[in-house]
């Protein structure tokens, strides 16, 4: 198969994507590798995984800070559209793929590379991501995926790249699949494999255990503008620190793990362990303020297209004509999500216990009162009654049995 002569690496610094590195020039005949790291603030040293790359036979070792991109471009959008995928999953290892893949395609262009590569397997989500944004980008660009066809073990390609100066991991034990960034983590395989068995606390570094999280509760507030989290206890914060205060505020409490069997895109279920504290929280107070702020009917529309601009960005369809599209309805909406959130963090738990909008509260007080300040013409609801129970009525009365 007519093969690449240079190629751009996604890399992470982990076994596969350092295996990649000597399978591409050696089994693949390509001539130059070149390494790209991203800075997705994962809490990982870059400078170690940028040299590891070049001792596994990189031609270039590049790292892209990508952690302003990945929180203006992923994250606030996606806290803009409440997007959970199956309800429940916030996206945080997915939000990330379509920009590391945009980086991978412009880095192609500037070194002049001819294919970029990655090291997904072939039966998960991200190569579907990958391929699929790369193909959206730059649909003549090749896509190598070495580890979707070496077919080696995992202690396969351990052997295989230690013939090539890479060290085994340290945690050759480590029985887990990890993926990180700053929006959170994700857990897979080993005993969770079978989806009985509950996680072990080890699998968890974001969150503390609800036994190990403070017996007190901790109120606090969150300010939106736009749709978009700005200020927490009234401390105005750019969008990475203010996602960083959230992880830490929600994952002192022990709030935002997740235990969750889920659709892949290649047609499996899964067990999946995930913490994502401050999205989370994002999310939920973000849902929170827009019940107070947003039309009924806008509201409602919008809880429906959240379901399926998740789902775009699970599928790997971020680059697409109907993702854009939803985009700018979500957007729109967002101009009246103004206003500030009360949550109470305990044991666990993100309790919403307040929320206000001084510019766009559609709550009227002389509407909803119950006291004597009441406005609501109670005398109109009977006609509206009527009218409204009217096809009940002659259905009813035309029934013959
Ligand atoms: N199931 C999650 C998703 O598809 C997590 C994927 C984790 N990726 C990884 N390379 N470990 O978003």
Not at 14 to 42: M, R
Not at 200 to 221: N, R
Not at 230 to 259: M, Q, T
Request: aromatic share 8%; proline share 5%; hydrophobic share 45%.
């Amino acid at each position: 198969m007519g093969r690449a002569k240079k190629v751009v690496l996604a890399y992470s610094g982990g076994v596969d994507t350092s295996v990649c590195i000597p399978y591409l020039k050696h089994e693949w005949g390509v001539d130059e590798v070149i390494a790209f790291a991203a800075d997705l603030g994962q809490g990982d040293e870059l400078e170690p995984i940028r040299l590891k790359a070049l001792d596994a036979g990189a031609s270039q070792s590049l790292v892209g800070d990508l952690i302003e991109p990945f929180v203006e471009e992923f994250a606030l959008p996606a806290i803009r559209a409440n997007a959970l995928y199956e309800g429940r999953y916030p996206l945080s290892t997915a939000l990330a793929r379509p920009l590391i893949a945009r980086s991978l395609v412009e880095v192609a262009r500037e070194v002049g590379a001819d294919a970029v590569a990655h090291g997904c397997t072939g039966k998960g989500n991200d190569q579907v991501r990958f391929d699929v944004a790369i193909a959206s980008l730059a649909p003549h660009l090749k896509v190598l995926s070495p580890a979707r066809e070496w077919r080696m073990s995992r202690e396969e390609a351990i052997d295989y790249g230690e013939r090539f100066g890479i060290p085994a991991p340290v945690s050759k034990k480590s029985p887990y699949s990890i993926d990180l960034n700053l929006l959170g983590r994700s857990i897979e395989a080993g005993p969770l494999e079978d989806p009985m068995v509950a996680p072990p606390e080890e699998v968890f570094a974001m969150t503390a255990s609800v036994d190990a999280s403070p017996a007190q509760a901790q109120e606090i507030e969150i300010a939106f503008d736009a749709g978009n989290p700005v200020a927490i206890d009234g401390v105005r914060l750019d969008p990475v620190d203010l996602i960083k205060e959230a992880n830490r505020l929600a994952g002192e409490h022990g709030f935002g793990r997740l235990d969750i069997i889920e659709n892949r895109v290649v047609g499996i279920k899964s067990r999946e362990i995930y913490e994502t504290p401050g999205l989370l929280l994002l999310i939920r107070a973000h849902q929170e303020l827009e019940s107070l702020t947003l039309a009924a009917d806008v509201l409602r529309s919008k809880r429906q297209l959240e379901m399926q601009w998740a789902d775009l960005v699970y599928q790997g369809l971020w680059f697409t004509p109907l993702k854009d599209a939803l985009d700018g309805f979500m957007d729109r909406t967002q101009s009246h999500v103004n206003g500030l959130v009360r949550i109470r963090l305990h044991k666990g738990n993100a309790t919403m216990i307040g929320r206000s909008s001084s510019t766009n509260s559609l709550y009227l007080p002389d509407m909803a009162t119950y006291g004597s300040k009441d406005n609501f013409d109670h005398s109109a609801a009977e006609g509206f009654i009527y009218i409204w129970g009217l096809p009940s009525r002659l259905w009813a009365a035309a029934r013959r049995d």
